[in-house]
T-cell receptor, first 111, second 116 residues
Framework: RKEVEQDPGPFNVPEGATVAFNCTYS??????FFWYRQDCRKEPKLLMS???SGNEDGRFTAQLNRASQYISLLIRDSKLSDSATYLC????????????FGGGTRLMVKP | EAQVTQNPRYLITVTGKKLTVTCSQN?????MSWYRQDPGLGLRQIYY???????DKGDVPEGYKVSRKEKRNFPLILESPSPNQTSLYFC???????????????FGPGTRLTVL
């Protein structure tokens, strides 16, 4: 089983749709969680951190479910510019400084 | 402008010819790391450094070397490149975690390496 697992997609949605991605992680001791966005052939950029209580940033909402060991990202009112790959990132090794990346979920928003 | 820079951005080389990919950050970050990204495998960490003269292996260190002689620079060295090291490489940096909180990691623009 991969340490951080995501559905690779692609998720093809129309503009204005709501779309949700999940990501599961294997290490129950993980403490830090993030969503990064990566455009084609470009570097990943932080979209948002994921807090235990859940957090929202405009059209984006992130949730953490420790009991089931998954995090989610909800995008409301999808825009064409949301088309990208979304990477789930987890700190799996609290003793060190390593971040583990999921394989990414590709989102394509169509007119 | 706060940034992570990498050079070269594109490189085609031949098996066995030593190469170095440079990485530099101007944010005074303690932590720097190198990743490679391959289709279907995602981003995998090669090496990381928690500060000057402190480096450690990541998930896929075989065939790579690094050094951290200065805080701002973290070069990746391939002593004898092989075709299976053809990949997209990213350097990244961030501040050290404080109180268990991991801060945002900033990535360089990537280096696309092809080894023939």
């Amino acid at each position: 089983r991969k340490e951080v697992e995501q559905d690779p997609g692609p998720f093809n949605v129309p503009e204005g749709a709501t779309v949700a991605f999940n990501c599961t992680y294997s290490n129950s001791a993980s403490q830090s969680f993030f969503w990064y966005r990566q455009d084609c052939r470009k570097e990943p950029k932080l979209l948002m951190s994921v807090y235990s209580s859940g957090n929202e940033d405009g059209r984006f909402t992130a949730q953490l479910n420790r009991a089931s060991q998954y995090i989610s990202l909800l995008i409301r009112d999808s825009k064409l510019s949301d088309s990208a790959t979304y990477l789930c990132v987890v700190n799996q090794n609290n003793a060190g400084n390593m971040l583990t990346f999921g394989g990414g979920t590709r989102l394509m928003v169509k007119p | 402008e706060a940034q992570v820079t990498q050079n070269p951005r594109y490189l085609i080389t031949v098996t066995g010819k030593k190469l170095t990919v440079t990485c530099s950050q101007n944010m005074n970050h303690e932590y720097m790391s190198w990743y490679r990204q391959d289709p279907g495998l995602g981003l995998r960490q090669i090496y990381y450094s928690m500060n000057v003269e402190v480096t450690d292996k990541g998930d896929v260190p075989e065939g790579y070397k690094v050094s951290r002689k200065e805080k701002r620079n973290f070069p990746l060295i391939l002593e004898s490149p092989s075709p299976n090291q053809t990949s997209l490489y990213f350097c990244a940096s961030r501040t050290q975690r404080r109180g268990g909180v991991y801060n945002e990691q900033f990535f360089g623009p990537g280096t696309r390496l092809t080894v023939l």
